[in-house]
């Protein structure tokens, strides 16, 4: 079965923590920072996308060898093309104190209904924005 999961597993500790994490800043990034999660809500004080598309937020699993992984998505919200600011994320369930989380950009153009984030039901559909076929994301923690 394909899943959320299995799409993304194959990023590890160094893609999360090696500074691969945006790809082409100049035109599409993710400012953000280590935060006290306050309200249920995780922001992002800046993003730019080439595109409309969503900023969805993602826990890490660790797998006890020293390597982590993206896990689940547990929150999303739209994006427009162009610079937005302050964009809030409400993460389903909360995201502990302590941990890891990954915000990334997603696209709108793949799935079948324009405005409707059909990732987290089908991982073929408004997948993760790429440019030179990688990730736009962002590592960051719960204070």
């Known amino acids: 079965m394909f899943t959320a999961k299995n799409f993304l597993t194959g990023f590890t500790a ?9 790809a082409n800043a100049e035109t599409v990034s ?24 969503y900023l969805v937020l993602y826990t890490v699993k660790n797998d006890g060898n020293g390597f982590a992984t993206v896990d689940q998505p547990v929150g999303y919200t ?4 162009g ?22 950009l997603h696209t709108d153009a793949t799935g079948d209904t324009p405005g409707e984030f059909e990732f987290m039901s089908d991982p073929s559909k408004d997948g993760p924005f790429l440019i030179d076929g990688y990730v736009t994301m962002l590592v960051i923690k719960a204070k």
Request: glycine letters at 6%; a negative charge; aromatic letters at 0%.
């Open 30 to 53: 993710i400012t953000a920072q280590d935060q006290t999660i306050m309200n249920d809500t995780v922001i992002a004080e800046r993003v730019v996308a080439e595109e409309d598309g």
């Open 83 to 104: 610079v937005t600011e302050n964009v809030l994320v409400t993460p389903s369930p909360s995201i502990p104190s302590g941990d890891r989380m990954v915000l990334m």
């Open 78 to 81: 739209p994006v427009n093309a």
């Open 14 to 22: 160094a893609a999360l923590l090696g500074g691969a994490s945006v």
